[in-house]
């Protein structure tokens, strides 16, 4: 099982950014994938989860309305769009897939949004 993100960087606020992870080693159309963020200081946090079937979605309250999750099951890959980005929203941001109550997590990506 692999999970390799792309994206993040320094915005200013207000401002967007896109993830990406990219999925291997799994049956991608049978699982759900998540985003989880760390910040500084603090625990990691659930952000927003997809079922790559079906595609229902969930988003943790501080994103809704901000962030959109979506999947591209010919890509094996999830994104995150994430606008109207604020200070509070930096943090090492981690895509996750739970295979038989194993966890698997991408390499992290650092995002940073100046004020």
């Known amino acids: 099982v692999q999970l390799v993100q792309s994206g993040g960087g320094l915005v200013q606020a207000g401002g967007s950014l896109k993830l990406s992870c990219a999925a291997s080693?799994?049956?991608?159309?049978?699982?759900?994938i998540g985003w989880y963020r760390q910040a500084p200081g603090k625990e990691r946090e659930g952000v927003s989860c997809?079922?790559?079937?079906?595609?229902?979605?969930y988003y943790a309250d501080s994103v809704k309305g901000r962030f959109t999750i979506s999947a591209d099951n010919a890509k094996r890959t999830v994104y995150l769009q994430m606008n109207r980005l604020n200070r509070e929203d930096t943090a090492v941001y981690y895509c996750n897939a739970r295979l038989d109550s194993e966890n698997f997590w991408g390499q992290g990506t650092q995002v940073t949004v100046s004020s």
């Open positions: 997809i079922a790559i079937s079906g595609g229902k979605t």
């Open positions: 080693g799994f049956t991608f159309d049978d699982h759900a």
